[in-house]
């Protein structure tokens, strides 16, 4: 994939997020009061009749699968609740900056197309192969609202039982499917996401590049993490096994896994 398939904020932002410095500064205060401004001015609906749904998918933090825009989700817990596995600095670029920047651009790369209105798994699976900007855009906004979920603090632990028996069934063990996760993360080349999903009825292991998802290859994504350098290179710099293991370990929101596991089985 060439890299002009990309708006230049995101470029910048992921060189600014690995380029900064750890310690408070100058600059990243004005960064974050930039932040700020921009979380303002994007939480302006573009479509004036979907204010009130937005206003509502705001507060609760669900994914807002049937409005018309795209609109940034407050994080479902503090910047600093996922310490010491996911850093507060990490969280406050990747969701206040990253994932912002998906959510404006993808809201103008909206306009105009005839993915307008419809939801937000309509564009992303439409508009794959056939407008890359868009797809880009709408594909990460879908990834991530979904990513702030799949994560809670004190997170990892005991799988539901259902969802337990169809990882057995579908992977042949949890280590299995922890050791095929791990693995799916560590060998995306470049920037991408390691999946459990549900293809034809059972959980399988899969990986995917840039803003793609199960979701583009006839499979329901129920649990991804997030290989982009900007998700763990903070925390763990080139050590992305570590926070790979750490996410499965220490974060993931497996109640949240059983929800999209039920509904992807309907
Ligand atoms: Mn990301």
Not at 67 to 77: A, G, V
Not at 227 to 250: C, G, M, Q, T
Request: charged fraction near 20%.
């Amino acid at each position: 994939m060439s890299s002009n398939q990309y708006p230049t904020v995101n470029i910048a932002q992921e060189n600014e997020a690995r380029l900064a410095p750890s310690n408070e500064s100058p600059r990243r205060e004005f960064l974050i009061g930039l932040s700020a401004t921009a979380v303002a001015l994007g939480a302006i609906p573009a479509q004036s009749g979907s204010a009130g749904a937005q206003a509502a998918n705001r507060s609760t933090n669900q994914p807002e699968s049937m409005h018309m825009t795209f609109t940034l989700p407050d994080l479902p817990y503090a910047h600093d609740a996922l310490q010491p596995y996911m850093s507060k600095e990490t969280l406050e670029y990747h969701h206040d900056k990253h994932h912002l920047a998906y959510v404006t651009n993808g809201n103008n790369l909206l306009k105009g197309t005839e993915w307008e209105g419809k939801s937000l798994e309509d564009v992303v699976k439409g508009s794959f192969g056939k407008n890359a900007g868009l797809f880009n855009n709408a594909g990460q906004h879908y990834n991530h609202l979904h990513f702030w979920n799949w994560m809670k603090p004190n997170g990892g632990g005991a799988i539901p039982g259902k969802v337990e028996k169809a990882i057995i069934d579908g992977i042949g063990s949890v280590d299995k499917m922890k050791e095929g996760f791990i693995q799916a993360g560590v060998t995306q080349f470049g920037s991408g996401w390691c999946w459990l999903a549900v293809k034809d009825g059972k959980v399988i292991v899969t990986k995917t590049a840039n803003g793609e998802s199960p979701l583009v290859q006839g499979a329901t994504p129920i649990l991804g993490c997030d290989v982009w350098e900007h998700s763990y290179y903070i925390d763990y710099r080139n050590r992305r096994p570590d926070y790979l293991k750490a996410f499965i370990e220490n974060l993931v929101n497996w109640a949240y896994v059983e929800e999209m596991y039920e509904a992807a089985i309907k």
